[in-house]
């Protein structure tokens, strides 16, 4: 498995240089090598992941280390589908080097696989609730960086003082659609996910709010980016300041993920 | 064979010496055709623009000077004094004739490093020299690879990325904002020429509608009209202003003719959509403050030159990446012409000494007496086996000078078993 995820750490470094090259240099025939890769790499990750399945018998999203793997491989698919609609390359060179960065890390993590995880895997809410989460956490980190590229250009405009990176990124209104549309995506999944949450839960053992650190966090990030959309929609926060609270929101999801994990609570895993 | 490029530009000389030496296309045709003269010429191309004039050629290796004197020959024609245009002349050979050309088609030898009208010029000039039936092997190959590396030049590099016009800002600062200019309304406000000019650039990145408010309604319909566009209410601007994505303003105004509160406004009800202002009049006619205003840009004529010298430094720059292309295709564009050289030059040589030994075969076949077809064809296959056993030797020492561009040792080849090229 380790010489598998290996192979992928390499095709995504591969991906990750040349993503970064062709963000540098402006060389097209770079970006078509990292997309190569890429596609190599997201394909290998994807046997790793239902080949982990398979070996330990539980959904590969339980230890930290399957969750890291896991969290590389949805940003991967979600920057693939940004590639997709909007051709925004320069996300890559951002989201490519942090997905080898989580995919290293996963790959040095070593850990003991608990009876605590299969027991975890009898219901199929456990994959529903996690996947979901995790796609929605991609989602608004393609918010933030799509967010960021706005503040960074926004803020060139207004001083009326272009950098290299004014001429390397997507337009204004690009990374504001990219932004919006990843933030209504990642607000739905993040309801679903947090409603199989509640109620897998409530099947354990009667209760639908356990009032950990985690859940916390996740209801104050839910409010966060349903203002953010309610407000985008309402076309009163446009730009810069709705760019602000997509930098803001994922500082919450940041201490979702990693914070409750060290406050501690009912939530087990990453 | 040798590449000469002789010619004056921009840098080298004054516009009084380069209109001297200008060509019409009808005088480049007919130049071609004297200069080219099949023996020291072989071939010919003039460029001849506004900013330079060049013949390049290929002639015969080894007689620089002469054929460097022809073309400054029929540089001067009747009319022009030598010694008025010789200390401006400047003569490339070979590599560095390939550079020069290289360069000029990419745009790095332009007044403004990067714009692109250069290359339809020599594409031009490429074409009046096919018609006149001058360009010939090489200088095909030659300026097929020039716009090769124009190409790479252009992909490969920002060199033409950034405007360096300040009537093109409008259209690059659109793209920046709204990604594409398609379907987005401009309002023009005043009817100076350089808004004008803006506005063109705009219609042709696809602003679908022209808005042009003038104080007097006259002259706003006339340019309108020229755009097709809508001449509106001058003292009505404050309701268009919600509608223009665009905004561009020249008027003669000795004060704000758009204020911060009619900005406002119109941010308001265009529901806080992004628009940028471009105020090209002085005393400033966009009150600077709309700039503070979130998803409203504006720009003034001191800050459009700043962005305009700022592009051409990054082009600049970016001229330098461009430089180690030219120099990477040089040496492709030497090698693919030697391996164009030498593949005729064996070709032919093989051939004359395949048909010797076919020759010598048939005049002593009657000696032979009945053979049957496979000892004939035995025959044949050991002859040709033999004259290529033999001539394999001269053959590589063929392609070793051609290789070494040996164009002296060449020469004597060429003399020796007559090859014609």
């Known amino acids: 498995m380790r010489s598998l995820l290996l192979a992928v750490l390499a095709a995504y470094v591969v991906a990750a240089i040349h993503a970064v090259l062709a963000f540098i240099n402006k060389r097209r025939a770079l970006l078509r090598v990292s997309e190569y890769a890429m596609a190599v790499g997201f394909v290998l990750h994807t046997t790793a992941l239902i080949a982990d399945w398979a070996l330990y018998g539980h959904y590969p999203l339980f230890h930290l280390r399957e969750t890291l793997s896991f969290l590389a491989w949805t940003l991967v698919a979600s920057y693939s589908l940004i590639l997709y609609r909007y051709q925004a390359r320069a996300l890559g060179s951002v989201t490519l080097p942090l997905v080898s960065l989580l995919v290293f890390v996963a790959i ?163 | ?54 013949v390049l050629t290929e002639t015969t290796s080894g007689r620089f000077d002469d054929s460097a004197e022809r073309v400054i020959q029929f540089l001067s024609r009747s009319d022009v004094p030598r010694d008025f245009f010789e200390s401006n002349l400047y003569k490339h050979v070979d590599d560095s004739a390939v550079r020069h050309l290289f360069r000029v088609a990419s745009s790095l030898d332009s007044l403004v490093v990067g714009e692109p009208q250069v290359l339809g010029q020599v594409r031009r000039a490429y074409s009046i020299a096919l018609d006149a039936g001058t360009a010939g092997r090489v200088l095909n190959r030659l300026v097929h690879h020039a716009f090769r590396v124009a190409k790479r030049v252009r992909t490969e590099t920002g060199i033409g990325a950034n405007a360096v016009s300040i009537s093109y800002m409008a259209v690059e600062l659109g793209k920046k904002i709204f990604d594409s200019l398609k379907g987005q309304t401009a309002l023009l406000v005043g009817a100076g020429e350089m808004a004008e000019l803006s506005a063109r650039h705009l219609v042709n990145a696809g602003v679908s509608r022209v808005m042009v408010a003038n104080r007097t309604d006259g002259s706003a319909r006339q340019l309108a009209e020229s755009f097709g566009g809508e001449a509106v209410s ?77 592009n051409i430094r990054e082009r600049e720059r970016e001229a330098e990446r461009a430089e180690l292309i030219v120099e990477s295709e040089i040496m492709q564009f030497q090698q693919s012409l030697r391996a164009l050289d030498a593949g005729p030059a064996i070709g032919t040589f ?41 001539s394999h030797p001269v053959l590589s020492q063929l392609r070793l000078n051609y290789d070494a561009t040996d164009a002296d040792k060449i020469e004597a080849w060429r003399d020796l078993f007559g090859l014609e090229e």
């Open chain 1, 108 to 270: 040095v993590t070593r850990e003991e696989p608990s009876a605590e995880a299969a027991s975890m895997s009898t219901t199929w809410l456990f994959p529903v609730h996690t996947t979901l989460l995790l796609f929605a956490y991609a989602a608004f980190f393609v918010v933030f960086l799509a967010s960021i590229m706005y503040l960074l250009q926004e803020r060139e405009l207004k001083l009326k003082k272009f950098s290299g990176i004014y001429h390397r990124l997507p337009s204004l209104t690009t990374v504001n659609e990219i932004a919006t549309s990843s933030a209504a995506i990642g607000v739905t999944l993040l309801t679903v996910g947090i409603a199989t949450g509640m109620l897998w839960s409530s099947a354990r053992n009667g209760r639908v709010w356990q009032n950990d650190p985690k859940e916390v966090f996740a209801a104050l990030t839910w409010t966060l980016y349903i203002l953010l959309i309610l407000y985008r929609s309402s076309a009163r926060w446009r730009g810069r300041r709705a760019a602000w609270m997509g930098v803001a929101g994922f500082a919450l999801v940041l201490c979702t993920f990693f914070g409750a994990r060290l406050m501690g609570g009912y939530h087990v895993f990453g």
């Open chain 2, 1 to 54: 064979m040798s590449i000469i490029l002789v010619g004056v530009n921009h840098k080298s000389a004054p516009i009084a010496v380069r209109e001297r030496l200008a060509f019409s296309e009808d005088a480049c045709a007919a130049t071609l055709r004297e200069l080219v003269d099949g023996e020291l010429i072989r071939e010919g191309l003039i460029v001849s623009t506004c900013n330079r004039v060049e």
């Open chain 2, 234 to 310: 001058f003292t009505r601007l404050a309701e268009y202003l919600a509608e223009a994505d665009v905004v561009i303003c020249s008027t003669g105004a000795d004060e704000y003719v758009i204020t911060e509160t009619m900005a406002r406004k119109a941010l308001h009800k265009r529901r806080n959509r992004p628009s940028f202002f471009i105020d090209i009049s002085v005393p400033r006619n966009i009150d600077p403050a709309i700039g503070k205003i979130p998803n409203m840009f504006v720009f003034d004529i001191d800050d459009l030159e700043s962005v305009v010298s700022s």
């Open chain 2, 350 to 390: 093989r051939q004359t000494l395949q048909d010797v030994a076919k020759l010598e075969f048939q005049r002593r076949r009657a000696q032979l007496g009945e053979l049957t077809p496979e000892q004939e064809q035995a025959i044949e296959a050991l002859l040709q086996a033999t004259v290529n056993k033999i």
